[in-house]
């Protein structure tokens, strides 16, 4: 009887996980094992990998492993404008490879990208990221608008993407905030509205979204909104906002009481306004301990570039000039704004990502200056011109380098990066998407999202990447993705690390534990990727079964060597519901409940 009401009352969950769901994007999901031997004798390593969800237009890289504190202060790249400080760095970057779903293999001859072989007695991180080249962006929002309001003076900012709740664990569905600002009728003075959206719901649907307001003293403009909102990290009901001075004076911090679909609460107790510098463009961020933003003159004859680290009591806790970042006079002839720090970011685990509207890209990593109390450069990498990302302006013999060359900038307003540090930036006015950067910097290229028109005079683009069942690429602008109308797209990606070694594989060790993971993604749409760790070698069975306990299907039934397994299930030929899958090895034996939803 008991086994019985379990079952009615999963097959009752069905249709209300169906109905609550209101979109639920195909992820695009790469597998491989997380250490590979590789002897290092010039012979071809052979990498198997697994492509599930959509198809993926796959890079392969390799990283030095333990060696950031050996890099100090490098320049290289192109025309030597690739600046890397305490990283780890590229020596091999793939061509990419276009594959289609199930078992794909990447090779690499163990050399370097000058075609040198790599020194045999160290280990090596690799990367794999992957985008779906295929399929245009799903449209989500099919209105170029800010969620049904009225659109904002940029009309496309996504300023800020909460991926952790309150207590700093990934949330199963991650909410975007956006801001805009305007007189409504009947008002004498501006507002803003800070506006909310979770992924999954129906983003014009009124009921499924919420706003807050801020009336804005007629003396200060908040035109340059920046990253803000951000959420207060352990209470969501709290968010921190900056607001500009008059005509961009002077810059404004403060901490509002979020109160949905009204105005909010000013904390009164709290704040922190300085005439230092004239603008204020990225952040506030949180990473759960600190807040990071920045100030900078827009131009002057005074350069000034800050970066701020602040504690959530309005403590200045360290602030630094971000000196490689000043445009100088000798650029005054290409017609460029003087003295003019980072105009737009994000944060990833600490990290601090920051770009210019022309060529200038970079990561900073701030956690590092606090915690040696002495290093006072905490910028990773800077890449003035992308190795010809980012830029129109190549030619070792142009006549405006780090510029481009007399031509419409190409406008990037946003750099997002996913959780291995790979970061997008949207690339207005160049043709393609974005351009790519790896976790140092290196310039890998530019990407064009399958059916999208080039050329967009606005976009934004962020990533989504906390393991929940709506990681991807998102994008935002008022132009076409092809087939669509515009507004807000997804595009299905990924991105996976492990490490290359002389060492014994984990696949030739033996595991301590037998286990057996959560299904990824789930829900499943319609596939997913079984992946378990067998202790010892043996026949193995790992079976689906239905709500009912009746075996509908069988991946595998063979013998199997000890170590990490993957499988793909493809649920396209069975009904939307809830399944349990089964992984049985001998005296080992686990089943996992699962979702399919079509």
């Not at 639920?24 to 250490?35: G, N, Q, R, V």
């Not at 500009?244 to 105005?263: I, S, Y």
């Not at 990037?412 to 949207?426: C, E, G, K, L, Q």
């Not at 709500?547 to 509908?552: L, S, T």
Request: some cysteine.
């Amino acid at each position: 009887m008991k086994k019985f009401l379990i079952i009615f009352f999963l097959v009752l969950l069905v249709p209300t996980l169906s109905l609550a769901i209101d979109f639920l994007p195909t992820k695009l999901k790469l597998t491989a094992s997380d250490a590979i031997h590789y002897e290092f004798d010039g012979s071809t390593l052979n990498i198997p990998v697994t492509v599930t969800g959509t198809a993926s237009r796959t890079y392969f890289f390799v990283f030095t492993k333990g060696k950031a504190a050996d890099v100090v202060e490098i320049n290289n790249g192109y025309l030597g404008w690739h600046w890397v400080n305490q990283l780890d760095t590229c020596v091999y970057m793939s061509a990419p490879y276009d594959f289609g779903i199930g078992q794909q293999t990447i090779a690499w001859n163990g050399k370097d990208k000058d075609g040198n072989v790599v020194p045999p007695g160290d280990d090596y991180t690799y990367y794999m990221w992957g985008f779906d080249y295929l399929q245009p962006p799903e449209t989500i929002q099919a209105t170029p608008d800010n969620f049904g309001f009225v659109p904002g003076p940029w009309g496309t900012g996504i300023c800020h993407v909460q991926e952790k709740d309150e207590q700093m664990m990934p949330l199963d569905k991650p909410f975007i905030m956006d801001c805009y600002r305007g007189t409504p009728e009947g008002f004498s003075e501006k507002q803003t509205w800070a506006l909310k959206w979770t992924l999954g719901s129906d983003p014009v649907n009124p009921e499924l979204r919420e706003s807050t307001s801020i009336v804005v003293p007629t003396a200060w403009d908040n035109y340059e909104t920046g990253g803000g909102p951000a959420p207060h990290p352990s209470d969501h009901t709290l968010y921190y906002f900056k607001e500009q001075g008059p005509e961009f004076a002077g810059v404004k911090l403060q901490r509002f009481t979020w109160v949905p679909n009204d105005l909010a609460v000013l904390d009164t107790e709290w704040g922190y306004e300085s005439n230092e510098c004239n603008l204020s463009l990225t952040g506030p961020y949180s990473d759960g301990n600190y807040l990071y933003w920045d100030k900078s003159h827009c131009a002057g004859s005074v350069p000034c570039s800050m970066d701020y680290i602040m504690d959530f009591d309005g403590t200045i806790i360290q602030s630094w000039q971000k000196d490689r970042w000043i445009l100088t006079d000798e650029f005054a002839i290409y017609g460029y704004t003087l003295n003019a720090g980072p105009s737009n970011g994000s944060m990833r685990d600490g990290y601090f990502f920051q770009g210019t509207c022309f060529t200038l890209q970079g990561m900073v990593d701030p956690i590092r200056s606090l915690e040696t109390g002495n290093y006072p450069d905490p910028e990773a990498w800077i890449n003035k011109n992308g190795d010809y990302v980012i830029d129109r302006c190549t030619n070792a013999d142009s006549a405006t380098p780090w510029s481009n060359g007399g031509e419409s900038a190409p406008y990037p307003v946003s750099i997002y990066s996913d959780a291995n540090y790979f970061s997008v930036v949207n690339a207005t006015g160049l043709g393609p998407s974005v351009g790519l950067f790896a976790p140092d910097g290196t310039g890998v290229g530019y990407l064009s999202w399958a059916g999208e028109a080039g050329g967009m005079v606005y976009r934004m683009t962020f990533i989504v990447d906390n393991g929940s069942a709506y990681d991807g690429i998102y994008t935002k602008c008022p132009g076409s993705f092809g087939s669509g109308p515009g507004g807000l797209g997804y595009i299905g990606h990924d991105s996976i690390k492990g490490i290359i070694t002389r060492q014994v594989s984990v696949s030739d060790e033996a595991p301590s534990a037998f286990a057996v993971e959560q299904n990824s993604p789930n829900p499943a749409n319609p596939t997913t990727t079984i992946s378990f760790t067998l202790p010892e070698s043996g026949n193995v069975n790992v079976d689906i079964f239905n709500v009912a306990g009746q075996k509908i299907d069988t991946l595998v039934n063979n013998f199997m060597d000890s170590g990490k397994h993957s499988v793909v299930w493809d649920g396209s030929q069975f009904s939307t519901g809830v399944y349990f899958y089964t992984v049985k090895s001998g005296e080992f034996s686990k089943t996992m409940k699962m979702t399919l939803l079509k």
